[in-house]
C-alpha cells in the first residue's frame, strides 16, 4: 500500500481508486494497513478509499484529544475539496467519525462504525500500556481478535513500540481519557446522518451491548453482527465486512 500514500501539506494519507470518497479512521493502535481489505475491494465499486494518518502523537498534549482530530479530519475533507464524503471509523477512529458528524454534518453522506468508541471504554486508559512487558502487550493485542493469531508479530511489536514511547504513552492516555469524556451519548439521539453499524459478535473491548446502544440511539442507523469476531470485523473477516458495507450502500443507494 506505500505506493498509495501521499504527502501534501501536513497530511500524509493513503488515496486508491476514483468515484465516492471513503474516508477511513485508524484506531488508537491501528495502522493503516488494518484497512487492507477495504482498501483493496471499494475502488473496484467505483469509491475512492482515503486514509489519513491521525496525528496522534504529533500534537502538544494540551491539544491531544477526540475533538482536535474531528476537527483535522474537516480540514483534510476541506483540503480535498470534497462536499460530501463516507465516513468509515474502527474503535477510536469510530469515534472521532462520529464526533465529526455531530459537529460537521453537512458533509456526512454517511458514516460507518465498527468497534467505536464514544459509549463505553472497557479499561481503554487503565491496565493498557504497561511498558517494557512484552507478554502483557501481546496478550492485549491478541484479546483485540476473536483468534488470537491475527495479532501477529508484526502486530504485536508496533503495540509495544509504541507503548515503550513515553512520550506516545503519555499521549495514548491523554486520548484514551479524552475518548471516556466525550461520551456521545446525549447527541446520538439529534444525528440523523444514515449510519451503518458492523460489530464482531466477540467483541471483548466493545462488547456487543455497546452495538445496540448506538443503533437505539442513532435515529437511522441499521446494525449487523459478525459471528466469531472481535473488535477489528474489517480485519478479522474482511470479506464479510465489505459485503456487508457493500449491500447496505447500494440498499441505501450511497
Same mark, same amino acid.
Given at each position: 500500500?506505500?505506493? &498509495?500514500?501521499?504527502?501534501?501539506? +501536513?497530511?500524509t494519507?493513503? @488515496?486508491?481508486?476514483?468515484?465516492?470518497?471513503?474516508?477511513?479512521l485508524?484506531?488508537?493502535?491501528?495502522?493503516?494497513?488494518?484497512?487492507?481489505?477495504?482498501?483493496?475491494?471499494?475502488p473496484?465499486?467505483?469509491y475512492k478509499v482515503?486514509?489519513?494518518?491521525?496525528?496522534l502523537?504529533?500534537?502538544s498534549?494540551l491539544?491531544?484529544?477526540?475533538?482536535?482530530?474531528?476537527?483535522?479530519?474537516?480540514?483534510?475533507? =476541506?483540503?480535498k475539496?470534497? !462536499?460530501?464524503?463516507i465516513l468509515?471509523?474502527?474503535?477510536?477512529g469510530? &469515534?472521532?467519525?462520529?464526533?465529526?458528524?455531530?459537529m460537521?454534518?453537512?458533509?456526512v453522506?454517511?458514516?460507518?462504525?465498527?468497534?467505536?468508541?464514544?459509549?463505553?471504554?472497557?479499561?481503554?486508559?487503565?491496565?493498557?500500556?504497561?511498558?517494557?512487558?512484552y =507478554?502483557f502487550?501481546? +496478550?492485549?493485542?491478541?484479546?483485540?481478535f476473536? =483468534?488470537?493469531k491475527?495479532?501477529? +508479530?508484526?502486530?504485536?511489536d508496533?503495540?509495544?513500540?509504541?507503548?515503550? =514511547?513515553?512520550?506516545?504513552?503519555?499521549?495514548?492516555?491523554a486520548?484514551?481519557?479524552?475518548?471516556?469524556? &466525550?461520551?456521545?451519548? +446525549?447527541?446520538?439521539?439529534?444525528?440523523?446522518t444514515?449510519?451503518?453499524?458492523?460489530?464482531g459478535?466477540? !467483541?471483548?473491548?466493545?462488547?456487543p451491548?455497546?452495538?445496540?446502544?448506538?443503533?437505539?440511539?442513532?435515529? !437511522?442507523?441499521d446494525l449487523y453482527?459478525?459471528d466469531?469476531?472481535?473488535?477489528?470485523?474489517?480485519?478479522?473477516?474482511? !470479506?464479510?465486512?465489505?459485503q456487508i458495507? &457493500?449491500?447496505?450502500?447500494? @440498499?441505501?443507494?450511497?
Amino acid at each position: 500500500m506505500k505506493d &498509495h500514500l501521499r504527502q501534501e501539506g +501536513k497530511f500524509t494519507y493513503l @488515496e486508491k481508486g476514483e468515484g465516492t470518497p471513503i474516508v477511513i479512521l485508524h484506531g488508537l493502535m491501528g495502522g493503516l494497513s488494518n484497512f487492507d481489505g477495504v482498501i483493496n475491494y471499494f475502488p473496484e465499486k467505483g469509491y475512492k478509499v482515503l486514509i489519513p494518518e491521525l496525528p496522534l502523537y504529533s500534537m502538544s498534549l494540551l491539544k491531544t484529544s477526540v475533538g482536535t482530530f474531528a476537527k483535522y479530519l474537516k480540514e483534510f475533507i =476541506d483540503f480535498k475539496g470534497y !462536499d460530501k464524503v463516507i465516513l468509515l471509523g474502527n474503535s477510536l477512529g469510530g &469515534h472521532i467519525a462520529l464526533l465529526a458528524t455531530k459537529m460537521f454534518p453537512e458533509i456526512v453522506e454517511a458514516l460507518v462504525i465498527t468497534g467505536s468508541s464514544g459509549l463505553y471504554e472497557n479499561a481503554m486508559g487503565e491496565s493498557y500500556p504497561r511498558r517494557g512487558d512484552y =507478554d502483557f502487550i501481546k +496478550k492485549k493485542a491478541e484479546a483485540v481478535f476473536y =483468534d488470537p493469531k491475527i495479532a501477529t +508479530k508484526e502486530i504485536v511489536d508496533e503495540v509495544y513500540t509504541t507503548v515503550s =514511547d513515553r512520550n506516545k504513552l503519555v499521549k495514548t492516555l491523554a486520548i484514551a481519557k479524552s475518548a471516556i469524556r &466525550h461520551n456521545m451519548a +446525549k447527541d446520538l439521539p439529534k444525528m440523523t446522518t444514515p449510519t451503518c453499524v458492523i460489530w464482531g459478535k466477540n !467483541d471483548t473491548v466493545t462488547p456487543p451491548e455497546v452495538a445496540e446502544d448506538f443503533q437505539r440511539l442513532l435515529p !437511522d442507523a441499521d446494525l449487523y453482527w459478525i459471528d466469531k469476531c472481535g473488535h477489528a470485523a474489517m480485519m478479522e473477516h474482511p !470479506d464479510e465486512f465489505n459485503q456487508i458495507l &457493500h449491500d447496505w450502500m447500494k @440498499e441505501r443507494k450511497i
